[in-house]
Structure formats: structure tokens, C-alpha cells
């Protein structure tokens, strides 16, 4: 299952945004508001929204300043999140977040509306900072 958002354009250097979205504990700054958990470590961070399960995501690739691709951390639910980042001018840049999971087609079914809203808040609030 693949979901992406749409692109937005942030008043920052792509330097900027890829050094910001490098460090996961500014993921808690851009969650949804209905957070009910969020805990970070050195390249990994575990949040839950309220009514769902925890999930655990880690960094898994870093590619400066243009790609960030974090991992589920759990076999059940493999996918990844991955933050397109590309340069429009010196002060500004355009991210997009991908989505790539890859469940049976029930589950997908039960999520995809979910999930397509938390990553369109994800760079609603990536667009803000």
C-alpha cells in the first residue's frame, strides 16, 4: 500500500528541514494533536495516538540533505515513512512524505483513511515550522 502526501513549501533551506527531521525527537513537535505517548531515543522514537497500538519507528536511511526513510520497527506491520525533500531556493524547500506498507489487503483497507490523514497532519505541521 502506498499513500503520499502532498508537497508543501517550507520557508527553510532543505539543510534546514533534513537536520530538523534527522533529529526524531522533533517528530513529537509535528504529531497530530491527539498524542498520547511519545518517547525518543538516538535514531528511533515510539508514539501513540489515543485508540491506537504503539508504534515504534527508527531511522533507517539518510540520504543529505534530500531523504529520510524511517522504518516500522515491528515485523507485524512493516512499511516505511519517507520525507522527499528537495531544494526550491536557498531559503525554501518542498517536502513530500511517502508512505510504503506493505499489509494484506484487510488490514490496508482498515487503515488506509487513517493513515493518509496522519501523514496529510504530518506535513500540514512540517509546513507550520
Do not use: C, R, W
Not at 529520510?68 to 516505511?80: C, D, R, Y
Amino acid at each position: 500500500m502506498n499513500l503520499e502526501s502532498p508537497k508543501v513549501t517550507v520557508q527553510k533551506s532543505s539543510k534546514e528541514i533534513f537536520e530538523y527531521l534527522s533529529n526524531v525527537e522533533n517528530f513529537e513537535h509535528i504529531m497530530p494533536k491527539n498524542i498520547d505517548k511519545f518517547e525518543a531515543g538516538k535514531d528511533s522514537f515510539l508514539f501513540a495516538l489515543k485508540g491506537m497500538p504503539e508504534i515504534e519507528l527508527k531511522l533507517e536511511e539518510v540520504e543529505a540533505p534530500k531523504k529520510i526513510v524511517l522504518g516500522s520497527a515491528s515485523e507485524k506491520f512493516p512499511f516505511n515513512l519517507t520525507a522527499d525533500i528537495e531544494e526550491a531556493s536557498d531559503s525554501s524547500s518542498n517536502v513530500q512524505l511517502l508512505f510504503d506498507g506493505q499489509f494484506n489487503p484487510m488490514v490496508a483497507m482498515m487503515v488506509k483513511k487513517p493513515l493518509q490523514k496522519f501523514i496529510d497532519t504530518l506535513i500540514t505541521n512540517i509546513g507550520e515550522k
